[in-house]
Every structure is written in structure tokens, then in C-alpha cells.
């Protein structure tokens, strides 16, 4: 039985939690691909990529590989596949329905109300803490004031976050016809100009041990220790945790990877519509439920040109790029930085520039943390998009009263003013690395579920024909576990319950 077939008297298998069947129609053919035509179709990837680079690359690889050591790059590595994959299995059901990924776990039991208070509660969990425009506040301080800020400056620091965070609005209200497009230039100028950038600093300032211990730092090797070393020992948890779901991009941020592949036009998301800028945009029609298509031999044609897109977009943009990401600030920071040392104070966003400043004086100083507070800002922009878009596709797909409202734009900039409203009072709590990983963590969380379910939704709501196949069912189960085992470690403190290190102990202790 086919994914839209039913019984007698019994409704489609994508309406038996309370939302609407999908509609019927063409696959569209994909574009041409041929040469360099294909840098104009990729994107989403890049989006990713550039919050990825803003989050686990720049803040928390540093922090760990600083008091650790380039060994756990091997982390790095099973992350970023695991990711790839995890996202090209997001966008497989995009390119069949035009719907998100989040609208496709509440098509499946027990109920679509469920499931989208489950996610979107996840989403405000993950990144509701407005960490990266709390760690580029420090960032900014350092370029105006022309030295770190100190201890006591808190206030400063949270009056240059709030105005970070008012940019970031005014970006998302004023930035073009297409969202996701605004997003996706961002991101091809940030990631392109970062890792060139780090590429350059490496080679002047990294030295070949350095480099060498980053290659093998991949496969676990400790070049300091000249042995393999998987788990540091005495271990931050918290902390290692936050950099195993943050090498890559992380959690709920993956997960929008399916909006904007929908808003880019990626398969039958060219169908439903997508969500413009309140200024500047037009009003569009969004689909509150997806379109899919007969898998007949012309439609798997075009499928096949679509997967190709996709698996260039997450292999070769997402994947390579999250690698170097990695790879290269921790080259940087390992050569600068001594070994033990604990990166997570108000200024940890210009740790590098001070550094630095003792070897190249500062010009490059002041380019160190130019670079540094675009980064953080960029991703804020991302992070606050990507929760807002998805809790709004949440909204539109599952209340006819919402939809009511006609315009999507309506609902998605309401979202975006409780966000805001949140996020200037959680800037108050503690510092920004703290609520970056707090963040982290509950993506490991989010990975652990949502690689399950996505799983359930490909080989349950999808035709024959355009499941996956068995490997990458068993590559989610071992993503699955592979989170599901960091979870289990920074909630407990290790593999065994240490109630003196566990997270989850703390917070009963009310010493979180």
C-alpha cells in the first residue's frame, strides 16, 4: 500500500493525526546543473553550514580542543556524516510533499497537537537563548572600547547584545523579497570570506604540528600523548556534549534545513509557496498542506536530477565546509592558546584577536574580531529565523484559525515579537557560553528523536520508490545512538550516574 492509498471508508495514512491530505500534482523538472550552473541551485547548505560555523566552529570547538586537544576531531567527523545524511533524509521528504519536515512528524501518530508542541517547545528550548548575540556583544565591546570587557561591565556588554539582537529583526523585516534567499547570500559571503580567511592565519600562524595533529586528531589520535584518545579524561560533559551536537550545525537548525529547501523551490516545494519579508515582499500564498506527485518513470527522472542537488548541496558544501570549519579555528586556536587553558568567560569571543595581538600586533587584531563579531551576528540572524519559520510552519499546518489570518506574514513576525521579547530577558540569566551550551545539548536531544522520526516518516508516509534505502536506515539508528549516548553522558556525568557531575543532578540541587 502506497503512501496516499486507503481502505474503504477510511482516510489517507498523511491525514489520521488531524491534518489536512495532500493535493496532487507534477513534479517539477529540476533545473540545469551542468558546470558551474550548479552554484546557482544549491544554497540551503549553506545556510547551515554558516550556523554552523558561527556556533560549534567558532566558540565551543575552540573551548574544547583549547583544554583537550585536537583529538576530538573524530567526533567532528562522525557528527558532520552523520548530519549530511540526516539532512539529506530531511529534504527527501521535502522534495516529495513541499512541506517541512516538522509538518511530516506531526502527520504521524499519536497526534499532529503532539508533536507540534513537542517541537516546537524543542525549538525555544535549543535556541530561544540568544547565546550568539550575547558572545558578539563581547566582541563589539572589544572593537569600540579597544580592549576586552571586564567583569563588571555586564551592562555594557547586555545593552550591545540588545542592540545586536534589534539588527537581526530589522534584517528579517527589511531584507528582501525571499527570506531564505537574503539568508542564503549572508552565509555565501560569510562562509566563503571565514574560511579563507582562517586558511591564510593557519598558514602563518599555525605551526605543521599543529597541523598534523588535526589530520590525525580525526581519527582520535593525540599527538601530545602519541596515543589514541577517544574521551579526554575527567571530562566536562556539559561541555563535550555541547561540541559533539554543535560540530556540524545542530538539532532544530537541521531541521528548518527542510523550510528553506521548501522556500528555495527544491522538488514540490516550487509548488506550495514560501514565506516573504513583511517589507519589500509580496503577499505569497503558503500551502498550509503539501502537494505530492505519481512516482511514475518521467517523475523518478526528474527525482533523481532533484537528489542530485540536494546530495551536492549537504556533500559538498555542508559536509567539506563543516570538516575545514572545525579543522582550521582549532589549528589556530591550539597554536595561540596554551593547552588547559578554559575559554568560557564573557570574552570568549575574542580570546583569538587577544591572542594575537601578542604575535601580529593590532591590525590583525581588530580583523580578528571584526571577523569574529560578523560571524556571531550572522548566525543570530540564522538562529532566530530558523525558530521563528518553523514554529510558524507549525502554526499555519496545524490551526485553521491561524490560517484565518490569510497572510503568513502575520503569523511569522508575531512569533518573531515573543521571540525577541524572550530572548532580551534570557540574555540577563548568565553568560553567553553558558546559554550556548545549554543550546548544544538539547540539540544532542533533538538528534536522538528527530533521527528516529524522520526515519518513521520516510519509510511509512513515502511510495515505495522513494524510501530509503537500508544502509541509511541503519546510518539513522547509529546517529540516534551515537546522540542518544552524549545525552545519557552530560545529563548523568559519564557513562556511569556521577551525581556530583551530572547535569540532570545539578538542576534537582537548583545549582544549574
Keep these: 500500500m502506497t503512501s496516499d492509498e486507503k481502505t474503504p471508508g477510511s482516510s489517507p495514512i498523511e491525514a489520521r493525526t488531524g491534518l489536512d491530505p495532500w493535493g496532487r500534482g507534477e513534479l517539477p523538472a529540476p533545473p540545469d546543473t551542468r558546470g558551474l550552473r550548479i552554484l546557482k541551485v544549491v544554497g540551503p547548505g549553506a545556510i547551515v553550514l554558516g550556523a554552523a560555523i558561527?556556533?560549534?566552529?567558532?566558540?565551543?570547538?575552540?573551548?574544547?580542543?583549547?583544554?583537550?586537544?585536537?583529538?576530538?576531531?573524530?567526533?567532528?567527523?562522525?557528527?558532520?556524516?552523520?548530519?549530511?545524511?540526516?539532512?539529506?533524509?530531511?529534504?527527501?521528504?521535502?522534495?516529495?510533499?513541499?512541506?517541512?519536515?516538522?509538518?511530516?512528524?506531526?502527520?504521524?501518530?499519536?497526534?499532529?497537537?503532539?508533536?507540534?508542541?513537542?517541537?516546537?517547545?524543542?525549538?525555544?528550548?535549543?535556541?530561544?537563548?540568544?547565546?550568539?548575540a550575547g558572545a558578539s556583544?563581547?566582541?563589539?565591546?572589544?572593537?569600540?572600547?579597544?580592549?576586552?570587557?571586564?567583569?563588571?561591565?555586564?551592562?555594557p556588554v547586555y545593552l550591545v547584545a540588545l542592540a545586536v539582537f534589534a539588527v537581526c529583526v530589522l534584517i528579517l523585516l527589511f531584507g528582501g523579497k525571499r527570506i531564505e534567499h537574503t539568508l542564503e547570500m549572508l552565509n555565501w559571503v560569510m562562509v566563503a570570506g571565514v574560511l579563507l580567511a582562517l586558511a591564510a592565519l593557519c598558514l602563518l600562524f599555525a605551526s605543521p604540528a599543529n597541523a598534523w595533529a588535526a589530520v590525525v586528531g580525526f581519527f582520535g589520535f593525540d599527538t601530545a600523548t602519541g596515543s589514541f584518545k577517544f574521551i579526554p579524561e575527567g571530562a566536562d560533559w556539559f561541555l563535550v556534549g555541547a561540541?559533539?551536537?554543535?560540530?556540524?550545525?545542530?538539532?532544530?537548525?537541521?531541521?528548518?534545513?527542510?523550510?528553506?529547501?521548501?522556500?528555495?523551490?527544491?522538488?514540490?516545494?516550487?509548488?506550495?509557496?514560501?514565506i516573504p519579508t513583511v517589507v519589500g515582499g509580496q503577499k505569497v500564498h503558503l500551502a498550509h498542506t503539501g502537494t505530492t506527485f505519481e512516482p511514475t518513470p518521467l517523475a523518478l527522472e526528474s527525482w533523481r536530477g532533484w537528489w542530485r542537488i540536494v546530495r551536492a548541496d549537504q556533500w559538498g558544501i555542508f559536509f567539506v565546509g563543516a570538516m575545514l570549519g572545525m579543522a582550521l579555528p582549532g589549528m589556530l586556536y591550539t597554536s595561540l592558546i596554551p593547552r588547559g587553558t578554559d575559554l568560557r568567560g564573557l570574552n570568549i569571543a575574542t580570546e583569538l584577536a587577544r591572542a594575537l595581538s601578542e604575535r601580529a600586533g593590532p591590525s590583525l587584531t581588530i580583523v580578528v574580531a571584526v571577523m569574529s563579531a560578523w560571524i556571531l551576528f550572522k548566525v543570530q540572524i540564522d538562529i532566530l529565523e530558523s525558530t521563528v519559520r518553523s514554529v510558524t510552519d507549525i502554526l499555519w499546518g496545524a490551526s485553521k484559525r491561524v490560517r484565518a489570518y490569510s497572510d503568513v506574514r502575520r503569523v511569522y513576525y508575531s512569533v518573531l515579537a515573543v521571540s525577541v521579547c524572550w530572548g532580551?530577558?534570557?540574555?540577563?540569566?548568565?553568560?553567553?557560553?553558558?546559554?550556548?551550551?545549554?543550546?548544544?545539548?538539547?540539540?544532542?536531544?533533538?538528534?536522538a528523536l528527530s533521527a528516529l522520526h524522520v526515519l518513521r516518516v520516510n519509510t511509512t508516509l513515502l511510495p515505495e520508490a522513494?524510501?530509503?534505502?537500508?544502509?541509511?536506515?541503519?546510518?539513522?539508528?547509529?546517529?540516534?545512538?551515537?546522540?542518544?549516548?552524549?545525552?545519557?553522558?552530560?545529563?548523568?556525568?559519564?557513562?556511569?550516574?556521577?551525581?556530583a557531575k551530572g547535569f540532570l543532578f545539578k538542576l534537582l540541587r537548583g545549582g544549574v
Excluded at 510533499?97 to 501518530?109: A, L, S
Excluded at 531541521?255 to 514560501?274: H, P
Excluded at 553558558?434 to 533533538?446: F, K, P, S, W
Design 54 to 132: 558561527g556556533s560549534g566552529e567558532w566558540l565551543i570547538g575552540p573551548a574544547v580542543f583549547v583544554r583537550y586537544g585536537l583529538s576530538l576531531l573524530w567526533v567532528t567527523l562522525a557528527a558532520a556524516f552523520f548530519q549530511a545524511l540526516f539532512n539529506t533524509e530531511l529534504v527527501r521528504y521535502t522534495l516529495y510533499t513541499g512541506e517541512p519536515i516538522v509538518t511530516g512528524f506531526m502527520r504521524t501518530k499519536p497526534h499532529a497537537t503532539f508533536w507540534g508542541w513537542l517541537y516546537a517547545g524543542l525549538y525555544f528550548l535549543q535556541n530561544g537563548w540568544p547565546a550568539w
Design 137 to 155: 556583544a563581547g566582541a563589539f565591546f572589544f572593537l569600540g572600547a579597544g580592549r576586552a570587557a571586564r567583569a563588571d561591565e555586564s551592562g
Design 243 to 274: 561540541f559533539a551536537a554543535f560540530s556540524g550545525c545542530g538539532g532544530v537548525t537541521n531541521l528548518t534545513l527542510s523550510s528553506w529547501a521548501r522556500d528555495k523551490g527544491y522538488g514540490m516545494g516550487s509548488v506550495v509557496g514560501y
Design 424 to 447: 532580551a530577558f534570557a540574555l540577563t540569566l548568565t553568560a553567553p557560553i553558558i546559554l550556548l551550551q545549554v543550546a548544544a545539548n538539547v540539540a544532542g536531544l533533538v538528534f
Design 466 to 499: 522513494l524510501r530509503p534505502p537500508m544502509w541509511r536506515r541503519v546510518a539513522l539508528v547509529l546517529m540516534a545512538t551515537f546522540y542518544g549516548a552524549f545525552v545519557w553522558m552530560w545529563l548523568m556525568g559519564g557513562l556511569l550516574p556521577d551525581t
